[in-house]
């Protein structure tokens, strides 16, 4: 190959060169020069722009990667939100004798003969053999005649119990009135006819009984059985009755309820705390509404001491306006989670909110759920959300202890051990917030956890209020138990007579009543409970059921 020549650049002679062309040679270098620096400028700028979207794009990708994460675990794994690779950084001990040093310098009420441990363990005792309210029939197995030919005596032992089932069966009540026939003496066409007093049945002309209406709202709003099913099975039974009459039971039922659920809303309204949740449901006929669009159940919870009742309310609107009218004559502390809907009546009835930390907590879950299983797996590490949980842990923890004191003993605690913790944790809070990346779950957890702080500490200015909104929420559960099964309502009147059921149930089973035979015993007097008394005398604080 032949070798190229050594090319080398000959400096100009500037000696030589006029003082106007060395002037133009300046120029000429210095225009190259700001051409180039422009060149870089550009080029650094887009690269800067590059480096901006590649960015964007890894944050994205972690973002979608830890949304498929958490979808993943609540499509596939358990819903619990007890979490596996969760950190106790809390000395549980020391927690124990934080509080029982506490709770040692309150005095001791009568009710504190035993400790808490020891409580709890009778509560968790298993219960042997049946239940002693359950009928029993003594079965007798008998010696033979020549077995026992030539004892000085013999007796029975008891040598074990079984239960046993009696299938359900269906009768027919005839209804045969007595009547006396009067004749004036002297005068045949003026006979008087005098008949027996029949019993008034809540449904005027209906060819079933109040217990058999009890027993169709009991099965589908407690136990979530649709009426379909229910059909089937009462055609097995021998007698087919169709789920077109039973929905119209159901509705007739929630007609005739309503003026007991108007006093129990006032009574309800009437105590100083309260808590509020609302859920989704279908509804395919509602004016303005297309049957795929979000309906809601709204409900309320609580009452004066020894009246708690649980309301259910059908509204298609999530709007404030609906608390409003709900709450309107209420006053004192509602406990709800951060939706923006009841701030309206708190602003107008000065109400004082407070949160639910089951929310916050929830959102923290999420966010354990949704991280990578990798980086949890590396030994010796404790990630920002395994802290936070130990944080609403501990605050769970001092809940448990003094869940048996008093509503005084319970607010000297929160005040000298829950308060600090809770302090603590608000600085952990917002030191670690601008250190994760914005849009993850984590960050939302944190943000939701700060915005609401406000709302989450209310609960430590008095004994009686509750760190969650859980007791709301566990009166949901029924709903959307039986919402899985019978999928949606009709009509509106549908869902206002389903809103009417659960309310009664829900709230008989709060006051330790059987729903089934308190309905039946709702059935029995309302027809005839003219009177504010007689309809008082229905509230099932009022109740008395055999």
């Not at 005839?528 to 309809?535: P, S």
Request: with cysteine; proline share 3%; glycine share 4%.
């Amino acid at each position: 190959m032949k070798k190229q020549p050594k090319t080398t650049m000959k400096t100009p002679d500037l000696s030589s060169l006029s003082a106007a062309e060395l002037r133009l040679m300046v120029a000429q270098y210095q225009a190259v020069v700001e051409e180039q620096n422009t060149s870089l400028l550009e080029q650094n700028a887009r690269l800067e722009n590059q480096k901006s979207k590649l960015n964007e794009a890894h944050r994205r990708i972690a973002l979608l990667e830890e949304i498929n994460r958490l979808l993943k675990t609540q499509k596939f794994s358990a819903s619990s939100e007890k979490s596996k690779f969760q950190f106790n950084l809390f000395d549980e001990t020391e927690l124990e004798v934080e509080i029982n040093t506490l709770l040692g310098a309150l005095p001791e009420t009568d009710d504190e003969s035993t400790s808490i441990a020891q409580q709890r363990k009778e509560r968790k005792s298993r219960q042997r053999g049946f239940s002693a309210n359950l009928v029993r029939e003594r079965i007798e197995h008998q010696l033979t005649e020549l077995e026992k030919a030539g004892a000085s005596k013999t007796f029975f032992t008891k040598v074990k119990e079984e239960l046993h089932y009696i299938p359900a069966q269906l009768k027919v009540l005839e209804h045969w009135q007595e009547k006396a026939v009067f004749t004036p003496e002297g005068d045949a066409q003026e006979e008087q006819v005098v008949a027996a007093q029949r019993p008034v049945h809540p449904f005027g002309k209906c060819s079933v009984t109040t217990a058999l209406i009890a027993h169709v709202i009991s099965d589908k709003y407690q136990y979530g059985m649709p009426l379909y099913r229910q059909e089937s099975k009462f055609k097995g039974l021998g007698q087919p009755i169709y789920r077109n009459n039973m929905a119209q039971w159901c509705m007739r039922f929630g007609d005739t309820a309503k003026p007991l659920l108007q006093l129990m809303r006032e009574v309800q309204n009437s105590s100083n705390y309260l808590q509020a949740d609302e859920t989704r449901l279908q509804v395919l006929k509602e004016d303005g509404k297309t049957a795929q669009s979000d309906k809601w159940m709204w409900v309320t919870r609580g009452g004066p001491p020894d009246k708690h009742s649980i309301l259910f309310e059908y509204d298609p609107s999530r709007a404030g306006s609906v608390a409003v009218r709900l709450l309107d004559d209420f006053e004192g502390v509602l406990q709800a989670d951060g939706f923006s809907g009841y701030s309206k009546i708190c602003r107008e009835n000065n109400l004082t909110r407070i949160g639910c930390w089951d929310h916050a907590r929830r959102k923290f879950v999420e966010a354990d759920k949704s991280a990578d299983s990798k980086a949890k797996a590396k030994k010796g590490t404790v990630s920002k959300t395994d802290v936070a949980l130990s944080y609403i842990r501990k605050l769970y923890r001092i809940e448990s202890n003094i869940a048996d004191k008093t509503d005084e003993e319970r607010l000297k605690a929160r005040q000298e051990i829950s308060v600090p913790v809770l302090n603590e944790f608000k600085l952990w809070l917002e030191k670690n917030a601008a250190k994760i990346m914005k849009g993850g779950a984590l960050r939302k957890a944190i943000d939701y956890t700060l915005n609401q702080w406000q709302y989450l500490v209310g609960y430590c200015e008095r004994g009686d209020l509750k760190i969650s909104n859980a007791l709301a929420e566990n009166a949901i559960q029924p709903f959307a138990i039986g919402r899985k099964n019978w999928l949606f309502a009709d009509t509106r009147k549908g869902a206002e007579a389903s809103a009417a059921c659960y309310s009664l149930i829900e709230t008989a089973k709060a006051n330790n009543l059987d729903p089934q035979a308190y309905i039946k015993h709702i059935l029995d007097r309302i027809a005839v409970a003219d009177t504010l008394e007689k309809l008082e005398a229905l509230l099932p604080w009022n109740v008395e059921l055999d």
